[in-house]
């Protein structure tokens, strides 16, 4: 069974501050996803990286990949109060239909 | 194209009511799934489907059930609902060789 595990859960940081989020998981897969969920919304897609070594920028997030350690993280960098959600990594359960597996989500909040 | 439909935004059941939430897509994608979220808790699989007629149980499959006679729709349906059952539900779409996830906008269920 393939279960994905992200650390923090909570996180509360200063605007300015760096910050990384973990995903482990802990069965092959060479496609993982993180998704960005304001309250009440449904899930924005942020990232898919795709093989061991990808790594993958937009504005202040950068996400990478090492399938051999079966790690992706999520860097914040410079964060600021628009960064505030939930943070939700995923990854492709091949003999699910290409159906996703979840880690429990990073809330995150930014503050001044 | 519209994306991912969902049906209804919001609902608030009975104790033991059967209801069926409507997913559909309009982008002749073959992989469908249903997730449902709860706090702390992240987004689990419900059921997915691989192709019209072919539906199979995801993590937490237990009330609920599910059929794909169109490649269009999968509807989720309770047949007998439970406080339990209380959730947010997510459907997706994806089609093979695809690198992106189409969720829908979600719907908000509480059962008293």
């Known amino acids: 069974e393939l279960k994905v595990e992200q650390n923090p859960l909570f996180l509360s940081m200063q605007e300015g501050k760096n910050y990384t989020i973990y995903c482990n998981y802990s069965t092959t897969s060479d496609r993982l996803y993180w998704y960005r969920q304001d309250p009440g919304k449904s899930l924005e897609s942020l990232f898919v990286?795709?093989?061991?070594?990808a790594v993958k920028q937009e504005g202040r997030l950068m996400a990478s990949l090492d399938t051999k350690a079966r790690l992706s993280t999520l860097h914040i960098t410079a964060a600021v109060h628009d960064l505030s959600a939930t943070y939700f990594c995923a990854v492709v359960g091949w003999s699910s239909g290409y159906a996703l597996n979840f880690g429990k989500g990073t809330s995150l909040l930014v503050t001044p | 194209n519209a994306g991912v439909t969902q049906t209804p935004k919001f609902q608030v059941l009975k104790t033991g009511q059967s209801m069926t939430l409507q997913c559909a897509q309009d982008?002749?994608?073959?992989?469908m799934s249903w997730y449902r979220q709860d706090p702390g808790m992240g987004l689990r699989l419900i059921h997915y489907?691989?192709?019209?007629?072919?539906?199979d149980q995801g993590e937490v499959p237990n009330g609920y059930n599910v059929s794909r006679s169109t490649t269009e729709d999968f509807p989720l349906r309770l047949l007998s609902a439970a406080p339990s059952q209380t959730s947010v539900y997510f459907c997706?779409?994806?089609?093979?060789?695809?690198?992106?996830?189409?969720f829908g906008p979600g719907t908000r269920l509480l059962v008293l």
């Open positions: 990286l795709l093989s061991n070594g």
């Open positions: 997706a779409s994806s089609y093979r060789g695809s690198e992106t996830q189409y």
């Open positions: 982008m002749n994608h073959e992989y």
């Open positions: 489907s691989v192709g019209a007629g072919i539906t």
